[in-house]
C-alpha cells in the first residue's frame, strides 16, 4: 500500500466507528521514538506495564542519548523504547520492529531501518516541518515521497490532535505540547485492545501533586484512544494472549530495580546492615536511586565525593560488620581498583557492581556493551584475584546481587558483579520468589578471642570476621603484607609467596561450591555456544532457532566467570566446536582458550547495540558448516 | 559522640602499647604524639575494643599499628572515607583518622574536604612535617614557596595549603594547632578533640628528623618560641611574646602586631578569640596568620556544635519509618504492579 493512498489525516471521520476485527498475534515489537523531551520513556513503560498486567510476557530496552535534552528534532537526541511481548516466553526486546511510532523526522530516520517490511510506521505529521525535516537530514517529506512504501504508514498529526483535544486547558501552548506522548500512548493502548481505567487511574496518581497536568494527560490519553476508534487507519485491532508460566505473582522489575531488591534481600537474609557507598555515574545511578529510598529497611546509603569515597566507604562499613555494596560503571571501576586490592588485602566481605557501558574512557555512557570481563578478573596491580560473576537478564540481577553478597561473606573476599547498561534499564516479567525459600547467608562474626589469629583461615581459606567493639580481640589489618597467621606486617619473602598462593587458592575454590553446569539443548554435538551476561536472551532465541532448523547445537550461558566452573573444561569437550559470541572484541573467548587449550570461534559486536539472534544465528550456521 | 560503656576497666598507658615495633626514625615527632595519644586513649571513658585508628599512606600512617586498639592502615589518602562508612554503620565506636600533609592534602585533598563540611564524628589527626618522608624527601603541599627538595632542586614553584584555614574554609566544626614537642599543649588540644562531638581536627606540626630537620625550631625551642607563637584561648585576647605585652588588633579585616602599653594600645584593643562563634570568619582571619609577619597562632580555631553528619544518617531512617512504616521485604518485593498467574 503507497503512502500516497492515504490521505494525511487530521481528524478522525465524522462517522460512525467502522467494523474491525481483532488478530490474535504470537508476539509483538513495538518502538515509541522521539525527542528526548517527547515523553517516550514515560510511554513505553506505560504501554508495557499494561501489557505485563495483562499477562504477556515481555522484555523492554529504553535507548536514549546521554544528553539530557539535545537540542530539539536532532538526530542526536533521539530517545527510543522498545518492548517484545508475547503469548509465550520472551527472551529479547525482539529484532525486528512491527510497529514504531515516531514523534518527528528525526526519529523516523533512526529508527525506520529496524521497522519489518510490511510493520507499521505510525508518524506525528505534526512534527514534520520543512525546518525539522531539514534538521532530520531529510530533502524530501517521506510521509509523502512514497520512501516509506515498504510500511503500512499511518500519518496522524498527533500535535494538532493533541492541541484540540486540550482546547481550553489551562495549560500553556508549551505544556499541552508535552502531553502528546499520552495521546500515542492512548492511541497505541486502543490498537492493542487494552483498557484505559488502569492507566487513567496511574495518571492520576503519578500526577497527583499536578492535577491540572493529571486531568491534560488524561484527556490527551482519551483522544488517542477515541481517535484510533474513529479512524479508518486501523481496520484490524490486535491481541496478544497471557503467557503461559509458572502459578504465582509477578511483577516487571528492570535490572537495577532487581539488584537492589536482591540487596536487600541479601541484607535480611545475612542479618547485616546494608551499606552502599556510590558516586553517581550512568547506567548505575538507578541502583542508588533505588536503595536512597529504602531507608526505613537496614539501609545506609551514602553518595560520596568520588569513586574512590564511594568503595572506600564501602571497605569502611565492610570492616565495621555491614553488608557493604558500592556500584559504578567502567570509568568509576578505574577509579576504585587501588581500593579493591585493599579489600583483596584486608579480605574483607564486598560487592562491586559494574554496570558496564561502552568505553573507554567516557565511551559511550548509556549504551550497552560487555568489554570489562577482562578488567574484572585481571585489572589489578599485584596477584589481585577477586571473584567475578554477571547476570544474564533483568530479574537475573536479583539472584546475582544474592549469590555475590553470599560469597563475599562466605570466603570474605570482594566479589565483582558485573551487569550492563541494557540490563540495568531493560525491564521483564518476574515471579515474585517466596522469602522463605531464599537460602540463608550465614554470617558469623568471631567474638571470643581464645587462639585467635588475624590471618587463621576456615575450611574455605576465609579468615574470621570480627567487628570491631569486640572485647580482647582489638587487631589492625591494612595493605602492607601480612604474617601469614598473625596479622603482623611481614617483608618476609617465603610469606609473601604463601600469602600470595593461599589468597588465590581461597578464590579458586569457590569453584568447588558451584553447582554442575546446565546446558540447554542437547549434551554433546557440533556445537556449543557460550556466552555470559546480558547476551542470554539473543544467543538462547538464535539456538532454539537453530535447533529447530536441525542443527546440533547447545546454549551454555556463564554467571561465574572467575573461577571458572569446575566442570567447564569436560562440559566444552562434549562438542566439537565452540562459538563465544560477545558484546567486545573476545574476552570470555580468550579465557576459554587459556584455561582449556580449545580453539573458541567468535562473534564480536561493538556498537553500543544488542546483538539480534539473527546475527547469531548466522555465525552459528558459518562455524558448525 | 562514642556510647561508651560505663566501666571501661582501669585502662592504663600500657594497655594501648601493642607488640609491634615502633619503624620511625629516632627522634621523630611522630614518637611524641604517639604517647600523647596512648596517655588520652585510657582517660576517655571509652572501653579499649571501641576504638578505631585509621591511617592512610605516609610515616605518621603508621600509627595503627603501635595502638592496641581496632585499627586499619590502608590506602594513600582514602583514609577520612574508610573512617566515614565505618561510622556510618557503626556510630558507637571512637574513630580516630592519623594522617600527613601528602596523604591528607595532595592525594587525599578530596576526601579531607568534604570530611570537614559533613561533620562526621571523627578525630582527624594531621601531622604535618611539610615533607614527604616515606618516598625519602621530596617538597609537599605545606612545603614553603621556594623550597628546595629531591623534586624541586631550584626550589618549590608551589605556594603551600594552610591545613587549617583549608579546613575551617571546609566548614570544619573542631580546628586546632599544635607542635609535637609541646606536650602539654598537645596533650590538652588532643582532650578537647576527643570531647569534640563531630569532625575534629586536629594540625600537628611534627619535626621530620631526617627530611625536613628544624622546619618548627623557632615553635619549640624555649629561647625563640614565646616570640614566634600566639596561643590561642578561648574568651582571651591574642597575646602573645615572652613578656606577654603584644597583641594582634584587627583594623577591619587586617590584621596588625600592636605593643600594649605603647602609642595608647591597651588590652581592649586586642582581638579577643571566639572559638565558639557560629560563624567561621575571624577563626580564619586568625587561621590567615602566619610568619614571617605574625606568630603562628596555636590552639583551638573553632569548637562549635553541629549535629554529626551519621546523626543525619539515622534520623534519615526515622524519617523513613515514621513515612514508611518498618520496611517488610515481602511488601518491597510485591511493590509496584504486580499480578497473579494461577
Same mark, same amino acid.
Not at chain 1, 369 to 375: I, P, T, V, Y
Given at each position: 500500500?503507497?503512502?500516497?493512498?492515504?490521505?494525511?489525516?487530521?481528524?478522525?471521520?465524522?462517522?460512525?466507528?467502522?467494523?474491525?476485527?481483532?488478530?490474535?498475534?504470537?508476539?509483538?515489537?513495538?518502538?515509541?521514538?522521539?525527542?528526548?523531551?517527547?515523553?517516550?520513556?514515560?510511554?513505553?513503560?506505560?504501554?508495557?506495564?499494561?501489557?505485563?498486567?495483562?499477562?504477556?510476557?515481555?522484555?523492554?530496552?529504553?535507548?536514549?542519548?546521554?544528553?539530557?535534552?539535545?537540542?530539539?528534532?536532532?538526530?542526536?537526541?533521539?530517545?527510543?523504547?522498545?518492548?517484545?511481548?508475547?503469548?509465550?516466553?520472551?527472551?529479547?526486546?525482539?529484532?525486528?520492529?512491527?510497529?514504531?511510532?515516531?514523534?518527528?523526522?528525526?526519529?523516523?530516520?533512526?529508527?525506520?531501518?529496524?521497522?519489518?517490511?510490511?510493520?507499521?510506521?505510525?508518524?506525528?505529521?505534526?512534527?514534520?516541518?520543512?525546518?525539522?525535516?531539514?534538521?532530520?537530514?531529510?530533502?524530501?517529506?517521506?510521509?509523502?515521497?512514497?520512501?516509506?512504501?515498504?510500511?503500512?504508514?499511518?500519518?496522524?498529526?498527533?500535535?494538532?490532535?493533541?492541541?484540540?483535544?486540550?482546547?481550553?486547558?489551562?495549560?500553556?501552548?508549551?505544556?499541552?505540547?508535552?502531553?502528546?506522548?499520552?495521546?500515542?500512548?492512548?492511541?497505541?493502548?486502543?490498537?492493542?485492545?487494552?483498557?484505559?481505567?488502569?492507566?487513567?487511574?496511574?495518571?492520576?496518581?503519578?500526577?497527583?501533586?499536578?492535577?491540572?497536568?493529571?486531568?491534560?494527560?488524561?484527556?490527551?490519553?482519551?483522544?488517542?484512544?477515541?481517535?484510533?476508534?474513529?479512524?479508518?487507519?486501523?481496520?484490524?485491532?490486535?491481541?496478544?494472549?497471557?503467557?503461559?508460566?509458572?502459578?504465582?505473582?509477578?511483577?516487571?522489575?528492570?535490572?537495577?530495580?532487581?539488584?537492589?531488591?536482591?540487596?536487600?534481600?541479601?541484607?535480611?537474609?545475612?542479618?547485616?546492615?546494608?551499606?552502599?557507598?556510590?558516586?553517581?555515574?550512568?547506567?548505575?545511578?538507578?541502583?542508588?536511586?533505588?536503595?536512597?529510598?529504602?531507608?526505613?529497611?537496614?539501609?545506609?546509603?551514602?553518595?560520596?565525593?568520588?569513586?574512590?569515597?564511594?568503595?572506600?566507604?564501602?571497605?569502611?562499613?565492610?570492616?565495621?560488620?555491614?553488608?557493604?555494596?558500592?556500584?559504578?560503571?567502567?570509568?568509576?571501576?578505574?577509579?576504585?581498583?587501588?581500593?579493591?586490592?585493599?579489600?583483596?588485602?584486608?579480605?574483607?566481605?564486598?560487592?562491586?557492581?559494574?554496570?558496564?557501558?561502552?568505553?573507554?574512557?567516557?565511551?559511550?555512557?548509556?549504551?550497552?556493551?560487555?568489554?570489562?570481563?577482562?578488567?574484572?578478573?585481571?585489572?589489578?596491580?599485584?596477584?589481585?584475584?577477586?571473584?567475578?560473576?554477571?547476570?544474564?537478564?533483568?530479574?537475573?540481577?536479583?539472584?546475582?546481587?544474592?549469590?555475590?553478597?553470599?560469597?563475599?561473606?562466605?570466603?570474605?573476599?570482594?566479589?565483582?558483579?558485573?551487569?550492563?547498561?541494557?540490563?540495568?534499564?531493560?525491564?521483564?516479567?518476574?515471579?515474585?520468589?517466596?522469602?522463605?525459600?531464599?537460602?540463608?547467608?550465614?554470617?558469623?562474626?568471631?567474638?571470643?578471642?581464645?587462639?585467635?589469629?588475624?590471618?587463621?583461615?576456615?575450611?574455605?581459606?576465609?579468615?574470621?570476621?570480627?567487628?570491631?567493639?569486640?572485647?580482647?580481640?582489638?587487631?589492625?589489618?591494612?595493605?602492607?603484607?601480612?604474617?601469614?597467621?598473625?596479622?603482623?606486617?611481614?617483608?618476609?619473602?617465603?610469606?609473601?609467596?604463601?600469602?600470595?598462593?593461599?589468597?588465590?587458592?581461597?578464590?579458586?575454590?569457590?569453584?568447588?561450591?558451584?553447582?554442575?553446569?546446565?546446558?540447554?539443548?542437547?549434551?554433546?554435538?557440533?556445537?556449543?555456544?557460550?556466552?555470559?551476561?546480558?547476551?542470554?536472551?539473543?544467543?538462547?532465541?538464535?539456538?532454539?532457532?537453530?535447533?529447530?532448523?536441525?542443527?546440533?547445537?547447545?546454549?551454555?550461558?556463564?554467571?561465574?566467570?572467575?573461577?571458572?566452573?569446575?566442570?567447564?573444561?569436560?562440559?566444552?569437550?562434549?562438542?566439537?566446536?565452540?562459538?563465544?559470541?560477545?558484546?567486545?572484541?573476545?574476552?570470555?573467548?580468550?579465557? !576459554?582458550?587459556?584455561?582449556?587449550?580449545?580453539?573458541?570461534?567468535?562473534?564480536?559486536?561493538?556498537?553500543?547495540?544488542?546483538?539480534?539472534?539473527?546475527?547469531?544465528?548466522?555465525?552459528?550456521?558459518?562455524?558448525?558448516? | 559522640?562514642?556510647?561508651?560503656?560505663?566501666?571501661?576497666?582501669?585502662?592504663?598507658?600500657?594497655?594501648?602499647?601493642?607488640?609491634?615495633?615502633?619503624?620511625?626514625?629516632?627522634?621523630?615527632?611522630?614518637?611524641?604524639?604517639?604517647?600523647?595519644?596512648?596517655?588520652?586513649?585510657?582517660?576517655?571513658?571509652?572501653?579499649?575494643?571501641?576504638?578505631?585508628?585509621?591511617?592512610?599512606?605516609?610515616?605518621?600512617?603508621?600509627?595503627?599499628?603501635?595502638?592496641?586498639?581496632?585499627?586499619?592502615?590502608?590506602?594513600?589518602?582514602?583514609?577520612?572515607?574508610?573512617?566515614?562508612? !565505618?561510622?556510618?554503620?557503626?556510630?558507637?565506636?571512637?574513630?580516630?583518622?592519623?594522617?600527613?600533609?601528602?596523604?591528607?592534602?595532595?592525594?587525599?585533598?578530596?576526601?579531607?574536604?568534604?570530611?570537614?563540611?559533613?561533620?562526621?564524628?571523627?578525630?582527624?589527626?594531621?601531622?604535618?612535617?611539610?615533607?614527604?618522608?616515606?618516598?625519602?624527601?621530596?617538597?609537599?603541599?605545606?612545603?614553603?614557596?621556594?623550597?628546595?627538595?629531591?623534586?624541586?632542586?631550584?626550589?618549590?614553584?608551589?605556594?603551600?595549603?594552610?591545613?587549617?584555614?583549608?579546613?575551617?574554609?571546609?566548614?570544619?566544626?573542631?580546628?586546632?594547632?599544635?607542635?609535637?614537642?609541646?606536650?602539654?599543649?598537645?596533650?590538652?588540644?588532643?582532650?578537647?578533640?576527643?570531647?569534640?562531638?563531630?569532625?575534629?581536627?586536629?594540625?600537628?606540626?611534627?619535626?621530620?628528623?631526617?627530611?625536613?630537620?628544624?622546619?618548627?625550631?623557632?615553635?619549640?625551642?624555649?629561647?625563640?618560641?614565646?616570640?614566634?607563637?600566639?596561643?590561642?584561648?578561648?574568651?582571651?585576647?591574642?597575646?602573645?611574646?615572652?613578656?606577654?605585652?603584644?597583641?594582634?588588633?584587627?583594623?577591619?579585616?587586617?590584621?596588625?602586631?600592636?605593643?600594649?602599653?605603647?602609642?595608647?594600645?591597651?588590652?581592649?584593643?586586642?582581638?579577643?578569640?571566639?572559638?565558639?562563634?557560629?560563624?567561621?570568619?575571624?577563626?580564619?582571619?586568625?587561621?590567615?596568620?602566619?610568619?614571617?609577619?605574625?606568630?603562628?597562632?596555636?590552639?583551638?580555631?573553632?569548637?562549635?556544635?553541629?549535629?554529626?553528619?551519621?546523626?543525619?544518617?539515622?534520623?534519615?531512617?526515622?524519617?523513613?519509618?515514621?513515612?514508611?512504616?518498618?520496611?517488610?521485604?515481602?511488601?518491597?518485593?510485591?511493590?509496584?504492579?504486580?499480578?497473579?498467574?494461577?
Amino acid at each position: 500500500m503507497s503512502a500516497t493512498d492515504h490521505p494525511v489525516a487530521d481528524a478522525p471521520p465524522a462517522a460512525a466507528p467502522p467494523r474491525r476485527h481483532v488478530e490474535e498475534l504470537e508476539q509483538v515489537v513495538i518502538r515509541f521514538a522521539g525527542d528526548s523531551g517527547d515523553g517516550m520513556q514515560l510511554a513505553g513503560d506505560e504501554f508495557s506495564r499494561s501489557v505485563a498486567a495483562a499477562g504477556a510476557d515481555f522484555v523492554t530496552r529504553p535507548d536514549y542519548p546521554s544528553e539530557i535534552r539535545a537540542p530539539v528534532g536532532t538526530t542526536f537526541g533521539v530517545s527510543g523504547y522498545q518492548i517484545q511481548y508475547s503469548s509465550h516466553e520472551v527472551l529479547t526486546s525482539g529484532d525486528a520492529v512491527d510497529v514504531l511510532v515516531a514523534m518527528n523526522p528525526a526519529a523516523l530516520r533512526i529508527n525506520v531501518a529496524d521497522v519489518r517490511q510490511g510493520g507499521m510506521v505510525i508518524v506525528n505529521t505534526g512534527a514534520f516541518s520543512e525546518a525539522s525535516l531539514a534538521k532530520a537530514g531529510y530533502t524530501s517529506n517521506p510521509v509523502t515521497d512514497g520512501s516509506l512504501e515498504p510500511y503500512r504508514l499511518s500519518p496522524i498529526n498527533i500535535t494538532e490532535l493533541t492541541a484540540k483535544a486540550l482546547r481550553g486547558s489551562e495549560l500553556s501552548k508549551k505544556d499541552i505540547g508535552r502531553c502528546k506522548n499520552y495521546f500515542a500512548l492512548g492511541l497505541m493502548l486502543w490498537l492493542y485492545h487494552r483498557p484505559l481505567e488502569d492507566e487513567i487511574a496511574d495518571i492520576r496518581k503519578k500526577f497527583a501533586k499536578k492535577p491540572v497536568f493529571a486531568e491534560a494527560n488524561v484527556i490527551a490519553l482519551k483522544a488517542g484512544w477515541a481517535y484510533g476508534d474513529a479512524s479508518e487507519l486501523f481496520p484490524v485491532l490486535y491481541h496478544v494472549r497471557p503467557a503461559p508460566a509458572e502459578p504465582g505473582r509477578y511483577r516487571s522489575l528492570t535490572g537495577s530495580m532487581a539488584t537492589a531488591l536482591g540487596f536487600v534481600a541479601a541484607s535480611e537474609l545475612s542479618g547485616l546492615r546494608l551499606f552502599l557507598g556510590s558516586y553517581p555515574i550512568t547506567p548505575a545511578s538507578e541502583i542508588l536511586h533505588s536503595l536512597a529510598g529504602l531507608r526505613h529497611f537496614r539501609v545506609t546509603t551514602f553518595q560520596a565525593e568520588d569513586e574512590i569515597a564511594g568503595v572506600c566507604s564501602a571497605i569502611g562499613a565492610a570492616f565495621g560488620g555491614a553488608l557493604a555494596i558500592t556500584t559504578t560503571s567502567g570509568p568509576g571501576m578505574a577509579l576504585k581498583t587501588e581500593a579493591i586490592g585493599l579489600a583483596v588485602m584486608t579480605e574483607l566481605p564486598l560487592v562491586i557492581v559494574n554496570v558496564q557501558r561502552g568505553g573507554p574512557s567516557t565511551g559511550l555512557p548509556t549504551k550497552i556493551e560487555q568489554a570489562d570481563l577482562l578488567q574484572a578478573i585481571y585489572g589489578r596491580p599485584g596477584e589481585s584475584p577477586v571473584p567475578v560473576i554477571a547476570a544474564r537478564s533483568p530479574a537475573d540481577c536479583f539472584d546475582c546481587a544474592l549469590e555475590a553478597a553470599r560469597i563475599a561473606v562466605e570466603f570474605m573476599t570482594p566479589v565483582i558483579l558485573l551487569s550492563d547498561g541494557g540490563i540495568g534499564n531493560s525491564a521483564e516479567r518476574w515471579r515474585i520468589p517466596d522469602i522463605a525459600q531464599l537460602p540463608p547467608i550465614p554470617v558469623r562474626f568471631r567474638t571470643d578471642p581464645q587462639g585467635f589469629q588475624v590471618y587463621a583461615r576456615d575450611e574455605h581459606l576465609a579468615r574470621a570476621w570480627v567487628r570491631p567493639g569486640t572485647p580482647g580481640m582489638e587487631h589492625r589489618v591494612g595493605g602492607l603484607e601480612k604474617d601469614f597467621v598473625t596479622g603482623d606486617i611481614s617483608g618476609d619473602p617465603l610469606n609473601h609467596q604463601r600469602m600470595v598462593e593461599v589468597r588465590a587458592a581461597k578464590v579458586a575454590g569457590i569453584a568447588r561450591e558451584l553447582p554442575p553446569l546446565s546446558v540447554e539443548g542437547p549434551a554433546n554435538g557440533d556445537l556449543v555456544v557460550v556466552g555470559w551476561g546480558s547476551t542470554y536472551g539473543a544467543i538462547a532465541q538464535a539456538v532454539e532457532r537453530g535447533q529447530r532448523q536441525g542443527l546440533s547445537v547447545a546454549h551454555l550461558h556463564l554467571r561465574h566467570l572467575n573461577p571458572l566452573p569446575f566442570d567447564l573444561g569436560a562440559v566444552l569437550q562434549r562438542y566439537r566446536k565452540v562459538l563465544v559470541p560477545e558484546l567486545n572484541l573476545g574476552q570470555l573467548s580468550r579465557l !576459554l582458550r587459556e584455561h582449556y587449550l580449545l580453539p573458541v570461534a567468535e562473534l564480536h559486536k561493538v556498537q553500543g547495540r544488542p546483538f539480534t539472534a539473527t546475527e547469531i544465528l548466522d555465525r552459528i550456521v558459518e562455524v558448525i558448516e | 559522640m562514642s556510647h561508651a560503656i560505663e566501666h571501661p576497666g582501669h585502662l592504663s598507658r600500657k594497655d594501648f602499647v601493642t607488640d609491634q615495633d615502633v619503624r620511625w626514625c629516632p627522634g621523630c615527632g611522630d614518637y611524641s604524639v604517639l604517647a600523647q595519644v596512648q596517655k588520652l586513649l585510657p582517660s576517655l571513658g571509652i572501653p579499649r575494643e571501641n576504638f578505631v585508628f585509621i591511617s592512610g599512606i605516609g610515616c605518621s600512617s603508621r600509627f595503627p599499628y603501635y595502638v592496641e586498639t581496632y585499627g586499619m592502615h590502608s590506602i594513600h589518602g582514602r583514609a577520612p572515607a574508610i573512617a566515614t562508612g !565505618l561510622k556510618l554503620v557503626r556510630p558507637e565506636l571512637s574513630v580516630w583518622v592519623v594522617t600527613g600533609d601528602g596523604d591528607a592534602l595532595a592525594i587525599g585533598g578530596n576526601h579531607f574536604i568534604h570530611l570537614m563540611r559533613r561533620n562526621v564524628d571523627l578525630k582527624i589527626l594531621l601531622l604535618n612535617n611539610r615533607i614527604y618522608g616515606l618516598t625519602k624527601g621530596q617538597y609537599s603541599p605545606t612545603s614553603e614557596f621556594g623550597k628546595q627538595t629531591k623534586t624541586t632542586p631550584i626550589g618549590s614553584i608551589d605556594r603551600p595549603f594552610n591545613p587549617v584555614a583549608l579546613a575551617l574554609a571546609a566548614g570544619a566544626t573542631f580546628v586546632a594547632r599544635s607542635v609535637d614537642l609541646d606536650q602539654e599543649h598537645l596533650g590538652e588540644i588532643l582532650r578537647q578533640a576527643a570531647a569534640h562531638r563531630g569532625t575534629a581536627f586536629v594540625e600537628v606540626y611534627q619535626n621530620c628528623i631526617t627530611f625536613n630537620d628544624g622546619a618548627f625550631s623557632t615553635l619549640t625551642d624555649r629561647e625563640t618560641r614565646d616570640e614566634h607563637r600566639l596561643l590561642l584561648a578561648h574568651g582571651q585576647p591574642l597575646v602573645f611574646g615572652t613578656a606577654r605585652s603584644r597583641g594582634i588588633r584587627f583594623r577591619g579585616a587586617v590584621p596588625e602586631i600592636v605593643t600594649v602599653g605603647a602609642d595608647g594600645v591597651t588590652e581592649a584593643d586586642l582581638a579577643v578569640h571566639d572559638a565558639r562563634a557560629e560563624n567561621s570568619g575571624v577563626a580564619q582571619l586568625i587561621a590567615a596568620l602566619e610568619p614571617p609577619g605574625f606568630p603562628v597562632p596555636l590552639g583551638v580555631f573553632r569548637a562549635v556544635d553541629l549535629p554529626t553528619y551519621e546523626r543525619l544518617s539515622g534520623e534519615l531512617e526515622t524519617t523513613a519509618r515514621a513515612r514508611y512504616g518498618e520496611g517488610s521485604l515481602e511488601q518491597l518485593l510485591e511493590s509496584g504492579t504486580t499480578w497473579t498467574i494461577s
